[in-house]
């Protein structure tokens, strides 16, 4: 796992567009940021950034994250991250919770359809109710593994709420993005979400990296072999780590070496 400081070595830019989302959010206006990026270049670092700078200013935090075995589990994501459940002690999430419970397997299509609007009203006015009492900050992560209806909850949530104080923060993998992801985020863009694409991480800032492990710079055999990498900051991490645990780094003066020519 990367540490805080690591996964956002070389991302000040990134960290600015965030933090000045958070500020909008504080001051009440609504606004959707989407955050692109492949396996381990540090979007959940991003977004962990982004949910302590917003609980330090008293926000509303609702946190979610799509899992690629629970992709058949309608609102899975939604769900878990507003804690809707029929055994909630709050009253309107136990009902809304009692609705997903439904026998929406046995229905007629329309009937599941209807049950599916339902929620889907139900969730935008919880999230709504709760902007009017304190801001709201609703991530959803991993939405490459998202079930549909999150995604359309998700949708009706951004477009409805234009004039809550209510920040949503998305995060996917480019590639491979299922069609309806596309779709709402394209859907999002249209509605004037702003994107941040995490890209890989300069050599400069690998080596910064690799010093914060390690403890000093990493010399030009190190180097070349963190290139291997290609700028991905968790695998960058790991990499050192494997070599310092297999006994396979030398300190040489102001620097620390590799003693073998594989990884």
Not at 86 to 106: H, K, N, T, V
Not at 248 to 256: A, I
Request: contains cysteine.
């Amino acid at each position: 796992r990367v540490s805080s400081t690591e996964g956002l070595i070389g991302r000040e830019a990134e960290l600015a567009l965030a933090a000045a989302a958070v500020r909008r959010l504080s001051e009440g206006r609504a606004s959707v940021l989407v955050i692109e990026g492949e396996a381990g270049i540090g979007k959940t670092r991003l977004v962990q950034s982004i949910i302590d700078d917003a609980r330090s200013r008293d926000v509303t935090v609702f946190c979610g994250q799509a899992h690629p075995f629970e992709r058949t589990r309608p609102f899975g994501v939604v769900a878990g991250a507003l804690g809707v459940s029929r055994r909630s002690p709050d009253p309107r999430r136990a009902a809304i919770g009692a609705l997903l419970g439904g026998p929406q397997g046995s229905a007629p299509a329309s009937a599941a359809g209807d049950i599916q609007y339902r929620v889907v009203e139900e969730i935008v006015d919880l999230v709504e109710t709760s902007c009017a009492e304190r801001p709201v900050l609703l991530v959803a992560e991993d939405l490459h593994w998202a079930d549909g209806a999150s995604l359309v909850a998700l949708s009706s949530v951004a477009r409805q709420l234009p004039l809550a104080a209510l920040l949503v923060v998305v995060t996917a993998r480019p590639s491979p993005m299922p069609v309806e992801v596309v779709r709402l985020l394209d859907d999002l863009a249209a509605g004037g979400a702003s994107t941040i694409l995490l890209q890989p991480l300069k050599s400069d800032d690998v080596a910064v990296l690799a010093g914060q492990v390690i403890g000093a710079s990493p010399g030009p055999a190190l180097s070349a072999m963190l290139a291997k990498a290609g700028g991905n900051p968790l695998w960058a991490a790991a990499m050192v780590r494997s070599l310092s645990d297999e006994g396979m780094l030398r300190r040489d003066g102001d620097t620390v070496e590799v003693t073998t020519s594989e990884l």
